[in-house]
């Protein structure tokens, strides 16, 4: 565990590089340095854990600087003929001797969590790559007009905009020529026999722990979900020495966590260390929470509030332990989250998030961890244990008749001897089992905050913290995509402007159609400036027409991510997640398998003024045509789920809408429209005039 950094064509790149380990100076203390060759400086700062190496790691052809746990280094050491004191060592001297063009051969020899930044003498070349999972944190900044290269485990050691790497690719800078270019990295599927999936998951999580068990003392993120327990319960079994920990906020209201987290301590008997806080302590120490994770979204500031507490208790009764344990990942890939159980693909949910990981929890957590001085490791995120579950079969992840998530994950807690009560017990987030979400709430009335985010960002802009990734939003003019951007809004990121496609192609796979041409209101509405890309609405023509709409909105406006409004449609997640990915910015999907009755239904609380613009389906007449939604109408659409299963929220193509007004518009839309039919169920409504009017 240690912080990396390095900047290449650069004036004054080596105080550049020192300011930055500054910054980043409680990722290790154990020793820091830097080293120049050229027009390239890198710098590091070294927490030891497997022996103590000096880096950056400097030879006549090269160096290197890395963070890295890598299990298997002694074996490849055996197996290259190589001599090395400890990890580091070991991939200095492999790609020593094999050099830039077998990068990704060696990458996937592997085994453990990695993130390091190489520099070819002779190639002239500077290579980024980390493990799979994204465990070890790296971003990376390209500034192609002045050939400039950048790169560090924190964004806030970089004083300009930076993506984080994607661990599914690797980075080579030419020096010389001032290009960047890209390797693809693939997740192996792997085939299991039916029946053999539960012996086999048991194995490959035992196999993980086991490696992972540091050799000094060793503590537990515990909450007493199935997570953590199976974590705890395969350290009892390995007879491994570890303490567990669970912070939360007292005072407030009993945390649900607390009582099965006793429970469980007890009947595993492991020591179980409570972190309890106050609110002021809280209110206190909420700012620097905000400006280590580098957000003040209320969901990652509660997450990351959990872990801070806990990691701060471990650090101050027990200053030996170095390394802490956490379920992270087991949600992502076992279908942990309730929003699962609506999904009409289990397995591509899983990869969506698993792959969103690295740029979301693994960041901060890791962030965390290290200003309390602890490395932070997450054996359900061993490569073949992500493999496999990628691989399974989704009815081993959700009982679809009971609803059951992570069904393996507690059937294997039954086989270890944990009661059914205890494995199958039901949890929430981390942040509502301990209470600091409801103290971010408690904290904003008492200030006299309207909402969770209004009341984060104060502490911001008091701090002069980094907010939120400033974001675009892609919308279409419907509900959808605009009330997208408003829980974006809510979370405390800022848009910084709209970004629409005019397809010509009225039955567009990936874009709404219909008043389109009303965008333009809306953005004036909105205060916000607006990019318009045409596309022909070829099938995947219009995939590369996004590609350059979102191009134009990084490049002019900075931003570093893309709002959607995706409810229910993998074909459109997939494709604005992979668009994003390419151009190296995060995708946001904020409806994502939302109840469509619940969430219609917040339409109308948030105050959204929704037309229906067109329709097409059994119960929807031509009333419906031009109707504003309102608590009756919700009440009709929900009879019609019921008699004749159409979706609440319109998402098999039953209707489509115009926001008229929301509460961020500073004037509303007026319009005057004809009704035209093909039959009694589809029609669609032609606008005649549209103007903006004071609200």
């Known amino acids: 565990m240690c912080g990396i950094i390095g900047f290449s064509n650069f004036l004054a790149a080596e105080g550049l590089v020192e300011k930055g380990l500054s910054i980043m100076k409680n990722r290790g203390k154990d020793y820091s340095n830097t080293v120049k060759i050229g027009k390239t400086v890198f710098g590091h ?5 497997v022996g103590y190496v000096k880096q950056p790691l400097v030879s006549k052809k090269g160096m290197l600087v890395i963070n890295c746990e890598i299990y298997n280094w002694k074996e490849l050491s055996q197996r290259h003929n190589l001599l090395a004191k400890n990890d580091a060592e070991m991939v200095f001297a492999l790609l020593e001797k094999k050099g830039v063009a077998k990068v990704k051969e060696i990458i996937e020899e592997l085994d453990g969590d990695f993130s390091f930044a190489y520099y070819s003498k002779k190639e002239e070349k500077i290579v980024l790559a980390r493990d799979i999972s994204g465990v070890k944190p790296l971003v990376y900044f390209f500034d192609s007009k002045n050939k400039r290269f950048a790169f560090a485990s924190e964004k806030k050691a970089l004083s300009f905009g930076s993506v984080h790497l994607n661990p599914r690719k690797i980075v080579i800078f030419d020096t010389k020529k001032a290009r960047v270019s890209f390797l693809d990295r693939k997740i192996n599927a792997v085939k299991t026999k039916k029946g053999t999936e539960l012996k086999l998951v048991k194995s490959l999580l035992s196999n993980s722990v086991q490696k992972r068990v540091p050799s000094k003392e060793l503590a537990l993120l515990f909450s007493g979900g199935i997570d953590s327990t199976l974590l705890a319960a395969l350290l009892k079994e390995q007879k491994k020495e570890f303490v567990s920990v669970f912070s939360f906020v007292a005072g407030v209201l009993e945390p649900k966590d607390l009582s099965p987290a006793r429970e469980i301590a007890s009947l595993l008997k492991f020591q179980l260390i409570e972190a309890p806080v106050s609110l002021i302590q809280f209110e206190n120490e909420l700012p620097k929470i905000i400006s280590l994770i580098e957000s003040s979204d209320p969901v990652r500031v509660g997450v990351a509030s959990t872990i801070y507490f806990a990691a701060k208790k471990v650090e101050q009764t027990s200053p030996e332990v170095k390394v802490l344990f956490s379920g992270l990942g087991a949600d992502e890939l076992f279908a942990g989250y309730d929003r699962f159980k609506r999904s009409t693909n289990i397995s591509k949910d899983c990869y969506s998030y698993f792959v969103k990981l690295y740029e979301n929890d693994l960041y901060f957590q890791d962030i965390v961890c290290m200003y309390n001085k602890l490395e932070l490791r997450v054996p359900f995120l061993d490569r073949e244990l992500i493999s496999f579950a990628l691989s399974l079969n989704p009815k081993l992840k959700i009982d679809t008749s009971s609803g059951e998530n992570k069904l393996i994950l507690r059937k294997m807690g039954v086989s270890l001897g944990l009661p059914e009560k205890i494995a199958f017990r039901k949890k929430k987030a981390a942040q509502y089992g301990s209470n600091f979400d409801k103290a971010i709430e408690m904290l904003a009335k008492k200030n006299n905050f309207k909402s969770k985010a209004d009341y984060l960002n104060s ?6 913290s980094q907010k939120n990734i400033p974001i675009a939003a892609l919308v ?4 959808d995509s605009i009330y997208a951007m408003h829980l974006m809004q809510k979370q405390g990121y800022e848009i910084k402007c ?4 005019q397809s010509k192609n009225p039955d567009s796979f990936m874009f709404h159609t219909p008043t389109i041409e009303l965008a333009k209101l809306q953005a004036k509405a909105i205060e916000l400036p607006l990019i318009i890309v045409k596309t022909s609405g070829e099938k995947e023509k219009e995939i590369s027409d996004l590609k350059k709409a979102i191009i134009v909105a990084r490049e002019k406006y900075a931003v570093e991510g893309v709002c959607s409004g995706a409810l229910f449609s993998n074909y459109q997640r997939e494709r604005i997640e992979s668009v994003c990915e390419q151009v190296g910015i995060r995708s946001f999907a904020p409806l994502w398998q939302s109840d469509q009755l ?29 109707k504003i939604l309102d608590s009756g109408s919700i009440k009709k659409l929900e009879f019609l789920k019921k008699r004749y299963g159409i979706n609440s929220a319109g998402e098999g193509g039953e209707y ?3 926001v008229l007004d929301a509460p961020f518009f500073t004037k509303k839309i007026c319009v005057s429209y004809e009704k035209k039919l093909q039959n009694e169920f589809t029609g669609e409504i032609k606008i005649v005039s549209a103007k903006l009017v004071e609200k």
Do not use: C, R
């Open 498 to 501: 709209l970004v629409t496609i």
């Open 598 to 626: 619940s969430y219609i239904k917040a339409l109308i609380d948030n105050k959204f003024k929704v037309m229906i613009t067109k329709i097409a389906a059994f119960g929807l007449d031509e009333t419906w045509l031009g």
């Open 45 to 49: 700062n070294l927490h030891s854990i």
């Open 459 to 464: 502490l911001v802009e008091k701090q002069n």
């Open 476 to 479: 279409s003019t419907g509900k």
């Open 656 to 658: 489509e809408s115009l």
